[in-house]
């Protein structure tokens, strides 16, 4: 059905010419499809192209140093309940989910990726012991 794919700069775009004049000219830049016929062209939306904002990934990962470093001044125990509290939470956070209350979904990342740092530590501390 689909003969060719291609990216098209808007100027090499055809149409028939019943389709011509309805159709406004753009500076779109997007995908075309060419179908069987090679009159017949249709184009798709790409999606802009987004780079990371170096600012916010810095201080995402400053905070992140930082909880580490609160993590590991904390002792194995006070890890051990902090995970079980978080693992609770979790769990009550699925209840509201499933209860359709509201919550706020973003928790969810939050508190699994906080149980996760608080598990390497200890995965740490383990092998360091020589366990």
Same mark, same amino acid.
Request: hydrophobic share 40%.
């Given at each position: 059905m689909l003969g060719a794919i291609s990216i098209a700069p808007p100027s090499t775009v055809t149409f028939p010419a019943k389709l011509l004049s309805p159709i406004p000219k753009s500076s779109f830049n997007g995908l075309r499809f060419q179908r069987a016929c090679p009159n017949t062209v249709v184009r798709l939306p790409? +999606?802009?192209f987004r780079r990371p904002c170096s600012s916010s990934s810095v201080v995402m990962m400053a905070k992140r140093e930082e909880e580490m470093k609160e993590i590991r001044t904390k002792t194995t125990e006070?890890?051990?309940e902090e995970v079980v509290e978080l693992k609770g939470e979790l769990f009550m956070l699925r209840l509201q989910k499933s +209860?359709?209350?509201e919550f706020t979904s973003s928790e969810f990342r939050r508190m699994r990726k906080r149980i996760a740092r608080l598990?390497?530590?200890k995965r740490e501390r383990e092998i360091d012991d020589g366990i």
């Open positions: 790409t +999606a802009p006070e890890i051990n +209860a359709r209350n598990l390497t530590v």
